[in-house]
């Protein structure tokens, strides 16, 4: 028999087995359903490996092995997919009401909360800036703060500024796009270029040199404690001043 004529037997042997179920084909394994939930957790994976700028339609369906057709039958755009990827990063806020702590533990709570969920997700700054769509789990942020500090005698507009500058502070401190808006590092040290051209300007900046000099062990956290104290500091002569 010839080797042609030995494939061919083996082809048959093979076909007959199928068709007569004595092997079967191996079965795929079943695709996860394609959900508003998958499409947004591969996104987040992607934004915060990458950066925000890696994000896109057809990334993400890359990444989830389907068409990009297959994602806009879940999310209609580019801003919706940001937009359920917020909400699902977010998370659920924190049970503010449950806490036995007084106004300034609570907003301590939720700050550090806050601020935890956009060190995970450092695209998240930038991400959540200008008029968009929200949705409850973010605004549950924001209503449980606001509550933390009910029956302070701090009138509505007061409470809603008092969370707005709290917000703010933590943009501020996790934000990548603050980087560069200061001579100093997070460890307010001063990079080697910066101190260079400074010696060759002589006393021109004495103030500043003398106290990147002088920082010794405070936090190396981009001005995060200290800004987080000082606006409870201000919130709590405030809510003195009602309450007087």
Known sequence: MSSSDGEAAGERATSAELLWGLRDRPARKPRPALTVERI???AIALADAEGMGAVSMQQVASKLDVTKMALYRHV????ELVAVMIETAV?????LAGSSGDWRAKLEEWAAGMRSTWQRHPWLPVATVGQRAMGPREIGWT????????????DGAERMDA???????IRNTQSAGTAGTQP?????RLSPIITELMRRHGDRFPELVAAADSTGDAPHDNGWEFGLRRILDGIAVLIAERSG
Do not use: M, N, Q, Y
């Open 40 to 42: 947004a957790r591969a």
């Open 76 to 79: 209609s755009s580019k801003a």
């Open 91 to 95: 998370g659920e806020p924190p049970d």
């Open 143 to 154: 209503e449980c703060a606001v509550g933390a500090l009910a029956g302070t005698g701090l």
């Open 163 to 169: 969370v707005f500058l709290l917000s703010g502070h």
């Open 184 to 188: 100093w590092t997070s460890e307010r």
